[in-house]
């Protein structure tokens, strides 16, 4: 069986090269093999993992998987694949209105392969997924019925899950922690409808969910993102409390993105997230970024999931469009290392797969691969092949 063969260290230093090697690799079989093998066309949608031999694994599915899946085959033509993009979306959407929607059209959470509610949800991070993938494929079609739906999904969320200061509960049935990630994936699917819909509610969505970032989601002394939180917006400090670096990295570019689609200045925030990530979240030997950190900035372990690497090249691409001279070839730098960081999750393995967790002494954890990543990586390389190299 051909593998994914490793870069050379001339392509490690070398941001478009590890970007031709990349748009290969997603053009051909990475979105061959989440098509052929990833799409469930007896039980519907797609699978939670395809193993490393190949083959498709049967279990339980989280139905936002495959709004996510919906989300990558939405951009794949743009991206250069030849196959059936619009199957790929329409096989998706197929299960997610049907099997996946709760009768008031929220987003299911979990469904056994034949159909059987495991976990009827609904909950936020959910629902912002399917927005997302309603956005990307209207984005795709032109067809006007994904945008009522998602405009008709918000209202919804307003009716239901609106939080009295600002933004909204975690879960319909769970209002006493609250937390800064759903709320980062709405402000992205809000973000990725003002260009496409801009006589809808995303603008000021967006508007909403950057202040409740600035008051609420910023720790003040050094700019750490806050993950956690009582009903209240009030932050979780024990020991549970942890800071992402890769959160740090994709806030800082959606903000960056939201400066640009007209918002308010933002730099002093994203700024200091991207700084917390890039000084304590990067394993010095291994390059990578790593998990979760402690609220005290020291790491909370050694482990590197595929997600973080994807999240520090996409601000650090962001950074180096806003930048010149040194400082714009510091973050390059940092794109490049990061990219080819990114591959080393790919090679040794069937192409279109890849590992999620790499430990502490550089050695992969052996276990499927997991669909829910493929939308990481997708958005990664797009913004990879959108930038001036």
């Not at 319909?172 to 260009?195: D, Y």
């Not at 970024?289 to 595929?306: F, H, N, T, V, Y």
Request: proline share 5%.
């Amino acid at each position: 069986m051909t593998l994914t063969a490793p870069l050379s260290d001339s392509e490690k230093r070398d941001l478009g090269a590890i970007r031709t090697r990349m748009l290969e690799w997603l053009r051909g079989p990475a979105f061959d093999i989440w098509f052929n093998v990833g799409r469930d066309l007896e039980g519907g949608g797609y699978f939670e993992t395809i193993g490393l031999d190949g083959k498709p694994v049967v279990e339980n599915k989280r139905v936002r998987v495959s709004a996510r899946q919906v989300y990558c085959y939405a951009q794949a033509q743009r991206l250069g694949w030849g196959g059936d993009w619009r199957e790929g979306v329409e096989h998706g959407f197929r299960f997610l209105l049907t099997t996946g929607l709760r009768p008031d059209h929220s987003l299911r959470h979990i469904v056994t392969r034949d159909g059987k509610v495991v976990n009827d949800g609904p909950d936020l991070y959910d629902q912002a997924f399917l927005l997302l993938a309603l956005a990307e494929t209207f984005r795709a079609t032109g067809d006007e019925t994904y945008r009522d739906f998602a405009r008709g999904l918000l209202d919804w969320m307003r009716a239901n899950f609106r939080h009295p200061e600002a933004g909204f509960y975690d879960a319909l049935n769970q209002r006493e922690i609250l937390r800064s990630n759903p709320h980062m994936h709405m402000f992205e699917c809000a973000l990725a409808w003002i260009g496409i819909d801009p006589d809808g509610p995303w603008f000021e969505l967006a508007e909403e969910l950057a202040g409740l970032c600035r008051k609420r989601f910023v720790r003040a002394s050094d700019g750490g993102l806050l993950e956690t939180f009582d009903r209240n917006w009030e932050p979780v400090t024990d020991s549970t409390a942890l800071i992402e670096p890769g959160h740090q990295f994709e806030w800082a570019w959606l903000l960056m993105k939201w400066e640009s689609a007209g918002g308010a200045p933002c730099a002093d925030i994203y700024s200091r997230f991207y700084n917390i990530g890039d000084r304590y979240g990067i394993c010095p030997t291994r390059r990578v970024a790593i998990d979760a950190l402690k609220m005290s900035l020291e790491w909370a372990g050694p482990q590197a999931r595929l997600w973080p690497q994807t999240e520090r090249l996409k601000s650090s691409l962001a950074f180096a469009e806003r930048s010149t001279g040194d400082e714009r070839a510091r973050y390059i730098a940092n794109a490049t290392e990061a990219a080819a960081t990114l591959w080393g999750y790919f090679e040794g393995l069937q192409p279109g797969l890849w590992r999620d967790k790499l430990r502490g002494d550089g050695s992969f954890v052996e276990e499927p691969a997991p669909a829910s990543t493929f939308y990481h990586i997708v958005c990664a390389i797009s913004e990879l092949d959108a930038f001036e190299v």
